[in-house]
């Protein structure tokens, strides 16, 4: 296969996933391997084409010493050659692994993907580009399988994920090899890909052979495979979603609960086929922030069997997380201590009809009309005002201000508003009580995409927000966690993402808006 057509191939797979816009910044990972190697010279070829930047980034992961400072030093002229910079850094990662008791293929990855956001942090519209290709595919599918992964497992890797984009995937090692060959472009050769110790190694090195010699077309194979069963665990978990939307509005309409911020009738899940019943379980296990990657079968048969079945219990999950049935609702208990206030209602008409937390805190009255009634407003001495928000619509605030609350369904992920006063959150992130009101001690917001957090005063004084004004603010937040401060910034977690599938926008009025 010529080059020109190799090179056409990546180029239309990138412009068909919309991997890079104009105006992107691409950090590119880079070993100086065939695959990393490929990658850089053809995202240098592309921007020729299109308007954006590319830095390239190496990590000396200190574990194969020599060979490795060769490997820098070629990446080194290999950038210098091409005009690109090149963020360069070296970690001791036998050294990482005897503390932190990982794999040193576990805890190279790890840092590596860290260094990754910590230079994205510096640029603007920043995306990560790695190298990973169709081998790679087939290789991290087998080895889900034999894992014991569910069909979630078998969609592989995607071509983009978050700020994580993937241009190569549209191609087999032997092509990037040939690309390579025909410009007449060398590379290095790690000497670890060939032992056997590696898991990964083991598949690429012994299995993926001999299933070559079965089919020829076994890579081109199980990656089809991959992309269908993404198309299905797409679909299965929508069905999914909408389930547990049916079930948490029921459960909404028949029980009144205090200190739950969701939860479900257990009747409604039962009543579903076993396999949505099993997505809808892994949806709601994803909601109570443990990942889907360190829960077993057993714990998923163990909760539908639970939901299905008349008696109560509990399941516990990692990360201290526990999933209650009780009374015929399921929910996340958010602590040990924790003691759910259940009350199953007789006249159904009179609860509250709606998709979203309620807010209650000890002490203060806590709202439970209708979503219709929005304008009254509970006032603790603690705060300017404090306003729960207990479903869509209207709040107003003290001094005639007003917050409109809206949940999208569908929406536009490239129109994301950049008004001051009008602010996209991605539903599923939300949770806990969610409140309107003024700050406390205490208040925190996340300030990125690692998840570290900030004190709020303490953004207040780098804002410049004047001191006599920061008891005015208003705020958007559950407990001390802040969604929003109204003028500013919004948590970083709570960002709209490829990922995110429901939007729960804010819109602010002061009150001369209002008339």
């Not at 990656?223 to 909404?252: C, P, R, T, W």
């Not at 057993?298 to 109560?312: A, V």
Request: proline share 3%; hydrophobic share 35%; aromatic share 6%.
């Amino acid at each position: 296969m010529e080059k020109e057509i190799i090179y056409a191939k990546v180029t239309d797979y990138i412009k068909a996933n919309d991997l890079i816009r104009p105006g992107d910044t691409i950090v590119e990972g880079i070993s100086g391997g065939a695959d990393s190697v490929c990658l850089f010279l053809m995202l240098e070829e592309l921007k020729k084409e299109m308007d954006f930047t590319t830095v390239a980034v190496h990590v000396h992961h200190g574990i194969r010493k020599k060979t490795a400072d060769k490997d820098q030093k070629f990446v080194e002229k290999l950038c210098e050659s091409k005009g690109v910079e090149l963020k360069s850094y070296r970690k001791d990662i036998p050294l990482i692994c005897k503390i932190t008791k990982e794999s040193e293929e576990e805890c190279g990855r790890r840092i590596r993907y860290e260094l990754f956001d910590e230079v994205c942090s510096l640029y603007d519209n920043a995306k990560i580009a790695v190298a990973h290709h169709m081998n790679d595919q087939a290789e991290t599918i087998l080895f889900r399988m034999i894992r014991g992964s569910g069909i979630k497992g078998l969609t592989g890797m995607e071509a983009k994920r978050d700020n994580i984009i993937r241009p190569l995937l549209c191609l087999k090692r032997e092509e990037i090899e040939e690309y390579l060959e025909e410009i007449g472009q060398d590379y290095r050769i790690d000497e670890t890909n060939g032992t056997l110790e590696y898991s990964r190694n083991y598949i690429r090195k012994k299995i993926m052979p001999k299933l070559e010699s079965v089919r020829q077309n076994a890579v081109e194979h199980i990656n089809a495979l991959s992309s269908e069963a993404a198309e299905i665990n797409g679909f299965m978990e929508k069905k999914a979603a909408e389930l547990l939307d049916e079930a948490s509005k029921e459960a909404d309409i028949k029980y009144i609960t205090k200190g739950l911020s969701r939860k479900y009738k257990a009747e409604v899940l039962s009543q579903a086929e076993p396999i949505l019943l099993k997505f809808a379980v892994r949806g709601l296990i994803t909601q109570s922030g443990v990942s889907i990657k360190d829960v077993t079968r057993s714990h998923i048969d163990s909760l539908c069997e639970l939901i299905t079945k008349p008696k109560s219990g509990e399941i516990h999950l990692p990360r201290k997380v526990t999933v209650v049935k009780e009374s015929g609702i399921v929910y996340i208990k958010p602590g040990d201590d924790f003691k759910a206030e259940i009350q199953e209602i007789a006249d159904a008409d009179i609860a509250p009809r709606i998709s979203m937390p309620v807010s209650n805190l000890a002490g203060i009255q806590s709202m439970s009309a209708p979503a219709e009634s929005h304008n009254r407003e509970t006032v603790s001495p603690d705060f300017k005002f404090y306003v729960p928000v207990t479903g869509e619509g209207e709040y107003k605030l003290s001094d005639g201000s007003t917050v409109t609350c809206r949940i999208l369904d569908e929406f536009d992920r490239n129109a994301i508003p950049d008004d001051t006063y009008t602010k996209w959150m991605d539903y599923a992130k939300m949770t806990g009580d969610l409140v309107l009101r003024t700050r406390k001690t205490g208040d925190y917001l996340v300030i990125n995409k690692k998840g570290n957090e900030g004190n709020l005063k303490n953004y207040m004084i780098n804002e410049k927000i004047p001191k006599s004004e920061r008891n005015e603010v208003p705020l958007l937040a559950a407990g001390s966690k802040i969604y929003w401060v109204v003028g500013h910034r919004i948590s970083e977690d709570v960002k709209v993402t490829d990922n995110t599938e429901k939007v729960m926008e804010f819109v602010y009025k002061r009150g001369d808006e209002n008339g």
